[in-house]
């Protein structure tokens, strides 16, 4: 999925960057960035420098058969690992134009050989040739209009991005034009936890985790738990960005990565749908306590970085 990418303000250095679900992509025809309530017919904001560029790598081949009816389905044989990272996707494609995407979760540097592992197993036999692939884009930022704080685009509270990103490029000959989004902030807001923070939490969290998240100690459904926790705030109209309490926001994440683990417990075995139950229950009534309703968390009411307390709003209130 295309996630909001949050810029910090005053930082140089910066990109913003697009994957392209088409493959990946031979040419960049134009990048265009525009705030948010702008249309693309409007003046464009001149923050980005230089020249768009597909990532250099990886850009390799399988070396040996990978993937379905293989000793380990998981395993994928590269010429090079060059520029693969744990925690990417790549994608694969076939002599038969099958196309696969798979979460690298290791990557072997102890052997002769070149291979890394995707998280789950893959569906699809890859031979000889075949490629693994980044279909990242990317251009940088500006470093005079990131630094201007006029242009800081979570200060007026709005949960939604404050720029789009309108990326035209050509894959296999054809021209796509797709939007993405992005912030500027003061603070990027993220979350601290993890999974010995889990374990903490819920002693039973790497016993229990599904098998293909136990390699990374369920970093992932951590993750995914911080991206929920965000579009319950985003349904409250309220910006994660302008949090500022981490351990506030750290404490919503444990509760909603149980509340995940639980629920997937429960679909696995078909029993537990109490626990399962509580464990929503639970999120549910300290994202109240800290947002929602009580509004105990400071939020920063501008774009200078500060948080003040929002007086909380009765649920009987017209």
């Not at 992932?220 to 985003?234: G, H, M």
């Not at 994202?287 to 929002?310: H, N, Q």
Request: hydrophobic letters at 35%.
């Amino acid at each position: 999925m295309t996630e909001t990418i949050d810029l910090i303000f005053n930082v140089t250095g910066q990109t913003i960057y697009f994957d392209c679900v088409e493959g990946r992509p031979s040419s960049i025809t134009s990048v265009a960035v525009f705030p948010a309530t702008t249309g693309d017919a409007g003046t464009a904001e001149s923050a980005t420098t230089g020249s768009a560029a597909v990532e250099t790598n990886p850009n390799t081949t399988v070396s040996a058969t990978s993937g379905a009816g293989e000793n380990n389905p998981r395993k994928i044989n590269l010429t090079a690992t060059t520029g693969v990272a744990v925690g990417r996707s790549y994608l694969l494609t076939g002599s038969n134009s099958e196309k696969e995407w798979c979460e690298i979760v290791e990557v072997d540097t102890d052997s002769d050989d070149s291979d890394v592992y995707a998280r789950s197993p893959l569906h699809n036999a890859f031979v000889n040739t075949d490629t693994f692939q980044s279909t990242r884009i990317s251009i940088s930022i500006d470093s005079t209009w990131i630094a201007d704080s006029s242009n800081i685009s979570d200060g007026d509270g709005s949960p939604g991005p404050g720029y789009r990103i309108r990326w035209c490029y050509v894959v296999s000959g054809v021209s796509y034009v797709k939007d993405s989004y992005f912030d500027v902030c003061r603070y990027v807001e993220q979350y601290s936890v993890t999974p010995a923070d889990m374990e903490r939490f819920l002693p039973s969290w790497r016993n229990i985790l599904p098998t293909y998240h136990r390699v990374d100690g369920g970093r992932k459904l951590i993750a995914e738990a911080y991206q929920q926790v965000q579009f319950d705030l985003y349904s409250a109209e309220v910006s994660d960005s302008l949090a500022r309490d981490r351990e506030a926001m750290d404490e919503l994440v444990k509760q909603k990565a149980r509340e995940l683990i639980l629920f997937q417990r429960f679909f696995e075995s078909g029993t537990g749908a109490e626990v399962a139950d509580e464990g929503r229950t639970q999120y549910r009534a300290r994202l109240e306590s800290l947002i929602t309703r009580t509004a105990a968390m400071p939020m920063g009411a501008d774009g200078t970085g500060a948080g003040v307390k929002v007086t909380g709003t009765s649920i009987w209130s017209r």
